[in-house]
T-cell receptor, first 114, second 112 residues
Framework: SAVISQKPSRDICQRGTSLTIQCQVD?????MFWYRQQPGQSLTLIAT?????????ESGFVIDKFPISRPNLTFSTLTVSNMSPEDSSIYLC???????????FGSGTRLTVV | EDKVVQSPLSLVVHEGDTVTLNCSYE??????LLWYKQEKKAPTFLFMLTSSGIEKKSGRLSSILDKKELFSILNITATQTGDSAVYLCAVVGTGTASKLTFGTGTRLQVTL
């Protein structure tokens, strides 16, 4: 199944700043997904990133806060903008793997906003 | 809106015990149900289930799906401390652009 390289692994950021998270996949994939996991919570989908079109955002998430780029079929970025402590979470990218292997996740980015 | 409910929320067992984790779901046009193990940040894939009544097995772990009653169970036999993790259940429906909807997870702690 696909292998995803996600970075940074972790970061501590000042409130009001922005952080860009990158995911590089070792094969071409149509859709990439970005998830957020707040402390003690489960994974919540932020948006679906398709190459060549605008990302599709889930209810409660907006492009101004979480702009996404998808320049090609192997790469995507998620930016967390104008951060506040409430943005402290684990952020994960994911792609659909081979049929029998479900969805593969990147290694995750643990973000702490102070 | 797709919904996944897991129980129990947390569980503490002794090494060697057998545990059963539960997952019930509501999804538009069900396609598959997946189980993941999350120890630190990234969930790792355990099983994908699409058909009722067919048990999937991997070592001490097994899982089965009941599409009539809309639930799945994950069994872990002879638990070890390395099984301590959060176990996540997720569903995919054909009408949801292939996205995963996750349950809240079951936090399993295996003690000596």
């Amino acid at each position: 199944s696909a292998v995803i390289s996600q970075k940074p692994s972790r970061d501590i950021c000042q409130r009001g700043t922005s952080l860009t998270i990158q995911c590089q996949v070792d094969s071409q994939v149509t859709m990439m997904f970005w998830y957020r996991q707040q402390p003690g919570q489960s994974l919540t989908l932020i948006a679906t990133a398709n190459q060549g079109s605008e990302a599709t955002y889930e209810s409660g998430f907006v492009i101004d806060k979480f702009p996404i780029s998808r320049p090609n079929l192997t790469f995507s970025t998620l930016t967390v903008s104008n951060m506040s402590p409430e943005d402290s979470s684990i952020y994960l990218c994911s792609v659909a793997a081979l049929a029998a292997y479900g969805y593969t996740f990147g290694s995750g980015t643990r973000l702490t906003v102070v | 809106e797709d919904k996944v409910v897991q129980s129990p929320l947390s569980l503490v067992v002794h090494e060697g015990d057998t545990v059963t984790l539960n997952c019930s779901y509501e999804v538009t046009n069900f396609r598959s149900l997946l189980w993941y193990k999350q120890e630190k940040k990234a969930p790792t894939f355990l099983f994908m289930l699409t058909s009722s009544g067919i048990e999937k097995k991997s070592g001490r772990l097994s899982s089965i799906l009941d599409k009539k009653e809309l639930f799945s169970i994950l069994n872990i036999t002879a638990t070890q401390t390395g099984d301590s993790a959060v176990y996540l259940c997720a569903v995919v429906g054909t009408g949801t652009a292939s996205k995963l909807t996750f349950g809240t997870g079951t936090r399993l702690q295996v003690t000596l």
